[in-house]
C-alpha cells in the first residue's frame, strides 16, 4: 500500500499544485477574478479523482481485486493527504516568496464584489472589518496552513468516501 499511496499521492499533489500556481497567475492578470473559484474548484475535484484511481489500482494490483472500505478509506485518505500536504507546502514557499501581496488583493477583490452586488454601507463596514479579520489572522503560517489544509483536504477526505463505497468488494470478481 505504501508505494501505491506515495505514487498517487505525489502525483495528486503536483497536479494539484501546478493548478493552483497557474490559478493564482489567473487572478494577477485578473484581478476581477471572476469564475476562477469555481474553476479551480472544479478542477480540484477532477484532480482529486486521483484518489479514485489510486484506490483502484491498489484493490485490483496489490489485494487481488479485494478491498473492505477501511482499507479503500485509509488509502484514499493517506493519497488525499499527501496530495493536500504537498498543496500546502507549495502554497506557503508561493506565497511567502512570490504572492506576499495576495491577500490584500484578494480582499480588496472581495470588497469590490460586495460594492457591485449593491452591499449597504453596513454590509460593507462589516465585510471590511471581515477581512482585516482574515488579514490579521493570515499574519500567523499557523493559520496560513489551516486555512490551506480546508481548501483541499474535505475535497480529498469526500472522494476518498466515494472510493470506498463504489470501490469496496469482498469478492474477487
Known amino acids: 500500500m505504501k508505494k501505491n499511496v506515495l505514487i498517487y499521492g505525489l502525483v495528486l499533489g503536483l497536479i494539484v499544485s501546478i493548478n493552483m500556481i ?26 482529486f479523482s486521483l484518489v479514485f484511481f489510486g484506490v ?12 473492505s472500505f477501511g482499507k479503500a478509506f485509509k488509502a484514499g485518505a493517506l493519497i488525499a493527504l499527501i496530495g493536500a500536504t504537498m498543496y500546502v507546502t507549495t502554497w506557503l514557499i508561493y506565497y511567502y ?18 460594492a457591485a452586488e449593491g452591499a449597504t454601507a453596513e454590509v460593507m463596514a462589516e465585510k471590511t472589518k471581515e477581512m482585516q479579520s482574515f488579514a490579521k489572522m493570515y499574519e500567523n503560517p499557523f493559520y496560513v496552513i489551516l486555512f490551506t489544509y480546508s481548501e ?4 480529498g477526505l469526500i472522494l476518498a468516501l466515494f472510493s470506498s463505497l463504489v470501490l469496496k468488494r469482498k469478492v474477487a470478481k
Do not use: T
Open 152 to 155: 483541499v483536504l474535505p475535497v
Open 97 to 114: 516568496n512570490f504572492v506576499p501581496d495576495f491577500f490584500e488583493k484578494y480582499s480588496a477583490h472581495v470588497l469590490r464584489q460586495a
Open 22 to 47: 497557474l490559478l493564482v497567475n489567473l487572478f494577477y492578470s485578473n484581478p476581477d477574478f471572476e469564475g476562477n473559484e469555481i474553476v479551480g474548484y472544479a478542477a480540484m475535484i477532477i484532480i
Open 56 to 67: 483502484r489500482n491498489y484493490r485490483n494490483k496489490e489485494l487481488g481485486g479485494v478491498i
